[in-house]
């Protein structure tokens, strides 16, 4: 996918929308400079062009009694035929894997998990993951605490 033209306004709203996607247009044709009806133009441009993909409510994982988020790094067992398709396929269906990425360095995967407790971390590695053939090891990386959490992308937004 190639780079897509954004002049200072699609720029302004961009950052904006990062910042709270709960904006209404009305607010947000205000704060870019825009009447209502092009401010509502120029987002569906930008989510036409897939610049803006989603929105999202951002949950407190422990406010639901989600307390564990962990990180694993994942050695794919390359030798077993169609090893990377297989093992996506099956982590996709796992809901406690929140977040999977194919990296390069000490792993071929990085995996986020999210769960209830250590017991249910526990039974998501051994009686789950473990069993994946494709997976030859694990190493667990536990969070302690988050310091931060932006969803703003480090990006050029110019002068606001």
């Given amino acids: 996918m190639s ?73 794919i067992a390359w030798h077993k035929e169609n090893a990377l398709d297989n093992f996506l396929k099956k982590i996709k269906s796992i809901d406690e894997v929140v977040e999977c990425y194919i990296i390069t360095g000490e792993a071929d995967a990085l995996m986020k998990i999210v769960c209830k407790d250590i017991p249910s971390y526990e039974e998501l590695l051994f009686r789950t993951l473990s069993k994946i053939d494709e997976i030859e090891r694990l190493k667990t990386l536990m969070t302690l605490s988050q310091v931060k959490d932006s969803k703003v992308l480090p990006f050029d937004y110019g002068s606001n």
């Fill in 3 to 75: 780079e897509v033209k954004l002049d200072a306004i699609d720029k302004k709203i961009i950052k904006i929308l990062q910042e709270n996607c709960k904006i209404t247009n009305l607010d947000l044709s205000k704060r870019i400079g825009l009447s209502p009806a092009p401010t509502l133009e120029r987002v569906k441009k930008l989510e036409n062009q897939n610049v803006l993909s989603s929105y999202h409510a951002k949950v407190n994982n422990s406010s639901i009694g989600l307390s564990v988020q962990t990180y694993l790094l994942v050695d």
